[in-house]
């Protein structure tokens, strides 16, 4: 990022686009590939020091790499040079470029760019170009596709000889990345998936390509031992690409967000949330729901440091209003005329943009309060079909639950729901989520009404973003918890947060049990808790595949071949996951299939039958993890028997 400080410089690099980075590793030769990876390490401790232009890195007293950035971020070659004899083919230049964060696709910052500076006018015409682009594949790409009708009129799509090529080179890519596993993908492997990526945008598969590009920056922060990394959350990557890659339709799916004029929009401030990336961006995006009960989003990101989230929370709402996103957030509204709005809900600010600001509403009120009328189960369920839906179909806000509850002595009841854990959604001590939500645990008692992101993985917890409570002068108050640092001020004592308002309708208990059932593995087919009761832990088994699953991305096939053994499958059956246990079997396999030929001699490796096998218990574990944590969330029919 271009620094402001050498205190900020001096911890951080901007970041580097995929592009600079994998061709930073081909000037390299033979000799010094091998050791890009102990340089890379060594990188981390190399000062990093504000320059004119861009920062400097010390690597010795008569050594350094400069940076140059250009809006905030390392966007060719030539930006980034060595002062060592051996330059641009040198180690210190590979190992800084390929240590530095990866910037965001070079598609999407463009595409920020032309929304700024063009009216509305010439982005309706962008949008018509963005819909032929997404029906032909666009003028002057060399993997446009074009549908050729069956004798049924569906429209097939076919792959150019360039695109197959370059799905190709995906596949090679990912399935050598799995079978390394985080553990032993190093560098190289890394720049193989960003050259695979490059050459995937190249041919029009923006959709594949933004995905590698993706997984190239989770084993980033994997390497960087980065605390927002989850693993989970990588296996969900490479489950996604090895998908793509066997369906060329799907692949072919445009990833361009374009955004398009839209008539005078109404807004209702709903909260806002910092975002903190691990590739160097920071900001905050306010979400808004629309009259016609959709939500929007406008956002400030750009690259900097977790400081930055703060400051770009107080960033104006485009149109020259003078209302800031966080203001706008915490029950503001605002009308936007020729606003642009793109498929999934973010708002731009092009040029024609103006806004005014207008009454909101509060969390109670009409149109808010719709919200938090669906059962949680049902928003539950709607969550996880928004999580499995392609990232360039999904809407803005899909994921947020809306909860009514109480603060117990073993968690949140959830009113019509199960009792929850409430966890903080990123644990950097520059966001004060944790805090916050420790403040909430020593209130029992205490009725709230929240905003929070499902845990697809954990049916005992969500991921708490914004929250409300009856304050001392019997007024709502309203906290953004990753941006406000509450204290105890804030929040009633004890006995008055028990009259703080009934977010439990009335007549249901609170649970006094644990916050996750205990006792012996649930069947396959779960009943759900009782009203107010704590939802039924999923089978441990479920649990253990799903480690196995991610143990394989962690220690590549290797690891799964050691570490293999008939119980899992055995305990899968028991419990009635028949088809777990055959995926798990097949997966053992796989990884340890090292068959001789008629000579006895060992007969290579298939990287390929290993990655289907895995990529067949991945998209098992998912569907059955939904499938049950719906079951946990639903309410448990009355007992008419007692009648």
Not at 14 to 33: F, K, Q, S, Y
Not at 173 to 199: F, K, P
Request: glycine fraction near 12%; aromatic fraction near 4%.
């Amino acid at each position: 990022m271009t620094t402001d400080s050498a205190a900020d410089s001096a911890t951080v690099l901007p970041p580097v686009t995929a592009e600079v980075a994998a061709g930073a590793l081909d000037l390299l030769p033979a000799r010094l590939r091998k050791r890009v990876d102990g340089a890379v390490a060594k990188a981390a401790g190399w000062p990093v020091e504000a320059a004119e232009d861009g920062v400097l890195v010390r690597v010795a007293e008569d050594t350094a790499v400069t940076l140059r950035v250009t809006a905030g971020i390392v966007a060719a070659p030539e930006d980034a040079v060595c002062s060592c004899l051996l330059a641009p083919a040198c180690l210190h230049r590979a190992a800084v470029l390929s240590f530095a964060p990866l910037a965001v696709e070079q598609e999407e910052a463009e595409a920020q760019e032309e929304k700024k500076e063009e009216t509305a006018g010439e982005e309706g015409k962008a949008g018509e170009r963005g819909e032929r682009r997404e029906t032909a594949g666009g003028p002057g790409e060399a993997g446009a596709a074009a549908p050729a009708s069956t004798a049924g009129g569906a429209a097939e799509l076919a792959l150019t000889p360039a695109q197959s090529k370059a799905l190709d080179a995906l596949r090679e890519a990912v399935t050598a990345v799995l079978v390394a596993g985080v553990s032993g993908s190093g560098v190289v492997h890394r720049a193989e998936l960003l050259h695979a990526a490059h050459s995937a945008r190249l041919a029009g598969l923006y959709r594949p390509a933004g995905t590698a590009v993706r997984i190239a920056r989770l084993l980033g922060e994997a390497r960087s031992d980065d605390p927002g990394f989850r693993l989970s959350g990588l296996s969900g990557e490479l489950a996604e690409l090895l998908d793509l890659v066997r369906r060329p339709a799907a692949a072919l799916s445009p990833a361009r967000r374009d955004y398009r004029p839209e008539g005078p929009l109404r807004l209702y401030g709903l909260f806002t949330e910092p975002v903190v990336t691990a590739s160097g961006y920071a900001g905050a995006t306010v979400y808004a729901l629309a009259p016609d009960g959709t939500l929007r989003t406008l956002s400030d990101v750009a690259p900097g440091g977790p400081e930055r989230a703060l400051q770009a929370s107080g960033s104006p709402v485009p149109g020259g209003c003078a209302l800031g996103l966080r203001e706008l957030g915490d029950g503001g509204g605002v009308i936007l005329t020729a606003p642009t709005v793109s498929p999934d809900g973010r708002i731009g600010g092009g040029g024609a943009v103006r806004s005014v600001r207008a009454a909101g509403a509060g969390w109670r009120e009409a149109p808010l309060a719709a919200l938090w009328e669906r059962p949680p189960a049902e928003q539950l369920a709607s969550a996880l079909a928004w999580l499995s839906e392609p990232a360039e179909a999904r809407g803005a806000g899909g994921d947020l639950l809306f909860l009514d509850g109480v603060v117990t002595g073993t968690g949140f009841a959830v009113a019509a729901g199960p009792t929850l854990r409430l966890a903080a959604p990123d644990e950097r001590p520059e966001l004060p989520y944790a805090e916050n939500l420790a403040l909430f645990a020593g209130r029992r008692g205490l009725a709230l009404r929240l905003i929070a992101r499902v845990v697809p993985d954990r049916p005992d917890r969500v991921r708490v973003l914004a929250a409300s409570w009856t304050g001392h002068d019997g007024e709502p108050v309203r906290a953004d918890l990753g941006l406000r640092l509450l204290n105890r001020s804030h929040i009633p004592a004890e006995r008055a947060g028990r009259a703080a308002g009934p977010a439990v309708p009335s007549g249901q208990a609170v649970a006094s049990g644990p916050a996750v059932a205990s006792g012996p593995a649930v069947p396959a087919v779960a009943s759900g808790p009782a009203e107010g009761g704590a939802p039924p832990a999923l089978p441990i088994e479920l649990d253990l595949l799903r480690r196995t699953v991610d143990r394989a991305v962690a220690g590549g096939r290797a690891v799964t071949a050691a570490s293999a053994d008939d119980e899992l499958p055995r305990r899968l059956r028991a419990v009635g996951l028949t088809t777990g246990a055959r995926r798990v079997e097949a997966l053992t396999e796989a990884a340890a299939d090292r068959r001789h030929d008629v000579l006895g001699r060992l007969l290579p490796a298939d990287p390929g039958g290993f990655a289907l096998a895995w990529l067949s218990a991945a998209v098992y574990a998912s569907a059955a993890t939904e499938s049950l944590l719906v079951a946990a969330w639903t309410p448990a029919p009355p007992d008419i028997s007692a009648n």
